[in-house]
C-alpha cells in the first residue's frame, strides 16, 4: 500500500482525488502547469479586464492599490497557465 492509499485509509485525506495527487496520478484533467496551452485564456483574460477597468476608474486610492495587486497576480497567472507574458506596469 502506497502513502496516497495509507493517507486515505487513515483519513487524512477525505477524498481519492486528494491522493491520486499524492501519488502523481491525476484523473480527468491534465495539470496546466505542463506548458501545454490546453485551456482557453478566455475567462481569464475576461477578469483582467473587470479589473483593469476597476483599477481605472474607482477613486478611492486603498481600493485602487488593492485591484492594482489583483491585476498584477491575475497577470502573472495568465502568464504562468498560458504563456501570454504579463505587461509592466507601473502603481497608479
Same mark, same amino acid.
Given at each position: 500500500m502506497?502513502?496516497?492509499a495509507w493517507c486515505v485509509a487513515l483519513g487524512i485525506y477525505s477524498n481519492q *482525488?486528494?491522493?491520486e495527487r499524492l501519488n502523481g496520478q491525476t484523473s480527468?484533467? *491534465?495539470d496546466h502547469r505542463s506548458g501545454s496551452p490546453s485551456v482557453n485564456a478566455g475567462p481569464i483574460e475576461q477578469q483582467i479586464a473587470k479589473t483593469e477597468h476597476r483599477v481605472n476608474s474607482v477613486s478611492n486610492a486603498?481600493? *485602487?492599490?488593492?485591484a492594482f495587486r489583483?491585476?498584477?497576480w491575475q497577470e502573472a497567472q495568465r502568464e504562468t497557465l498560458h504563456g501570454i507574458p504579463a505587461?509592466? *506596469?507601473e502603481a497608479p
Open positions: 502506497d502513502n496516497g *482525488r486528494a491522493a480527468g484533467n *491534465r486603498a481600493l *485602487r492599490k488593492s489583483l491585476l498584477i505587461p509592466t *506596469r
